[in-house]
């Protein structure tokens, strides 16, 4: 095509070239040719983005939901998942695809994706665009909230569940699970098996949901270890390997021998590994990508979730509600721990995970002090999930800065 | 001395992709030609080394594609920039837009593999006996000595050959040198092509060494950095080493400054290889303002024979 355009565009050079105004004609049809070149290259790429949305949104998946509609005369839900990476990341969103993809083989509906979203207005015009041929639609991000929001007031008849917000409509839910508990787990296993007692952790964005995780970590740590510190930096990104890395070896470099990372990909684990440190990533189980350097970390299970609320759609009982799972529904899990962590370190933590479940523990039972050394949990007492979303300060013990 | 070793590691792991593309950028550019086109071609060697890598295994049919493929940019840019004699700014332009949407199609089937260790290490524990610089070179992989040998090739082929005299003709005023007997057109060609290949081995380099996962526009603008920078070392690959290494340490100074614990936030500290791009520009604007710029003064101007601009 391109070869085409500018083949046209030789000939037309050729056919007008015995002028004497050779300079303004080599000008203007070379400035013809670029028009076209780079209209071709934009046609190219505008199609591209048409050719992925396709493959996301309709062509291999749309086709037998049609063909089973057609079939069934009890429709099924069209269900529709927005991504913020690729199911390739290895973390969060490859959970995600995990759960759809569970959901898909329980209930025999085919799903679709559309991945790479990002949280800006883009995620409102593809949100649109899936609710006007889907009945049900998760967003798996937090910066989805308002767009998902907005979407779901011009469209009442289609239902929407968004990852980890706080706002909500008749048909719009919220889903999240206590994932402080398995980074409580996590912290006990960082605290054992760390020999410098300088532990690293990388964060995405200084929002509540982050700096709650961090916090439940530092008192797992401390729960074992007292001596130990936890260094966090802020990455501002949720998915993006080369700043991933660039923050872990800054704090590899500061000597942490443990890192954690609450971040989507597991570029902190590749980079602890090469350092001979070890490290969790979030969300996934991460094993496969540094066996040996692998500690454990915090992990999602949304198949069961997905199932349940897809299916309470079809069973018409759906309503809009703020879920919130736990270790004991297993939404919320640790990975299998690395090969290199001790049996002790696992019995350990195992038999936390079940004071946990129990209820016998709980993560943010004071005395708890923040970072300045002010008592922010009393003795005796336990904050509340209400209060635990709007968390904006670390503990004692963190090292870090929370831009105000 | 702890911290300034780790920073200079820091600068070198992740200035040399900047270095390959300055030197690729700083080979086009001394032939006449404007090179915009270094982030497109940089995406693309990172996703043809990806994508090789994870088929075969081997780092050299790795290379070998990302050269293939940089060599076939190369002589697109070639012909629309020599040939046609398009516009070289739209040219450049066009040829970072094709890299990028071309570059994120193709990865989709590798987006988030993780890549394993590709480029072997050249470890000389004999170098730490040297005090303070042996540490920092004795551990540096191969991809990173090929970059210092470049360095200094490309420096004796411009300023001490008589081809690099042929080359700086060119680049100054292609009329002379057609006359001196230089065949312009399949110079400027043959520059294109192997200015493109360096900036190909930038985008594996980047992929292969320092950041070993495909994404969607991985090199985040590192590819216009090298553009700045190609201005920054006045088209002087030795320049160009430690510029690109300036910029390579201002990309890991930002969380090194958090973990100080300072106040700054975040997002501030995020600025700064920005900010100090435009700071130096500005800088080297005031200083050399007496001075000839470097840039070759053909530069962005096609050439015909026998015909007057």
Known sequence: ?404 | MEIVYQMLLAAISSGTPLLFATLGGILIERSGIIQLGAEGLMLMGAVTACLTFVQTGSLTVALLAVCGISILLGCIHAFLSVSLRANQIVCGLAMTLFGAGLSAYLGKPVSGLPVPRAVPKLDMPWLEAVPFVGRIFAHLDVLTWFSFVLVIALHLFIHKTSWGLHLRAMGDSPATADVMGIRVQAFRYGYIVAGSILIGIAGADLLLVYSPTWTEGMTTGRGWIAVALIIFARWNPIRALFCAYFFGALDMLGFRIQLIGSEIPSYFLKMIPYIVTILVLMFLGWRNRNKPSGSPEALGIPYIREQRF
């Open chain 1, 1 to 404: 095509m391109v070869m085409a355009c500018m083949m046209s565009a030789l000939k037309k050079r050729e056919s007008g070239w015995n002028g004497m105004n050779r300079r303004k004609h080599a000008f203007s049809v070379s400035l013809a040719l670029l028009l076209a070149l780079l209209l071709v290259i934009s046609g190219c790429s505008s199609n591209k983005t048409n050719v992925t949305n396709e493959n996301t949104t309709n062509s291999p998946t749309e086709a037998p939901t049609e063909g089973a509609a057609t079939e069934e005369p009890a429709k099924l839900p069209r269900v529709a998942f927005v991504y913020i990476g690729p199911p390739g990341d290895g973390g969060w969103t490859f959970e995600h695809d995990k759960g759809r993809l569970y959901m898909e083989e329980k209930l025999g509906i085919k799903a679709d994706t559309v991945e790479n979203v990002p949280e800006s207005a883009d995620a409102e015009r593809i949100i649109t665009e899936l609710a006007q041929n889907h009945d049900v639609i998760f967003t798996t991000s937090f910066g989805y909230m308002d767009y998902t929001l907005n979407v779901a007031k011009k469209f009442p008849d289609v239902k929407f569940l968004h990852t980890s917000g706080y706002k909500t409509n008749d048909n719009m839910g919220t889903f999240f699970g206590k994932n402080f508990d398995a980074s409580y787990l996590s912290g006990i296993a960082a605290g054992k098996m760390t020999k410098k007692n300088i532990i690293g952790y990388v964060g995405a964005f200084p929002i509540p949901e982050v700096i709650y995780n961090i916090n439940a970590f530092m008192l797992g740590v401390q729960s074992v270890n007292a001596d130990a510190k936890v260094s966090v930096v802020w990455t501002n990104t949720w998915y993006d390997p080369t700043t991933e890395r660039q923050a872990a070896v800054s704090l590899l470099d500061k000597g942490a021998d443990v890192l954690l990372a609450y971040q989507d990909s597991p570029a902190t684990l590749q980079a602890a590994a090469e350092r001979g440190a070890m490290a969790g990533g979030n969300d996934s189980d991460m094993t496969r990508f540094a066996p040996e350097a692998y500690l454990t970390n915090p992990i999602w299970n949304w198949g069961p979730y997905y199932t349940k609320t897809v299916q309470s759609v079809i069973d018409g009982t759906w309503k809009s509600e703020q879920y919130s799972g736990s270790l004991a529904d297993g939404m919320v899990d640790i990975a299998p721990f690395g090969p290199s962590v001790p049996e002790d370190v696992k019995t350990l933590v195992n038999d936390t995970k079940a004071k946990l479940i129990s209820g016998d523990l709980s993560v943010f039972t004071g005395p708890i002090k923040d970072a300045s050394g002010a008592v922010k949990v009393e003795e005796g007492k336990t904050l509340t999930l209400d209060e635990i979303l709007i968390m904006d300060w670390f503990v004692s013990g963190v090292e870090g800065t929370i831009p105000k």
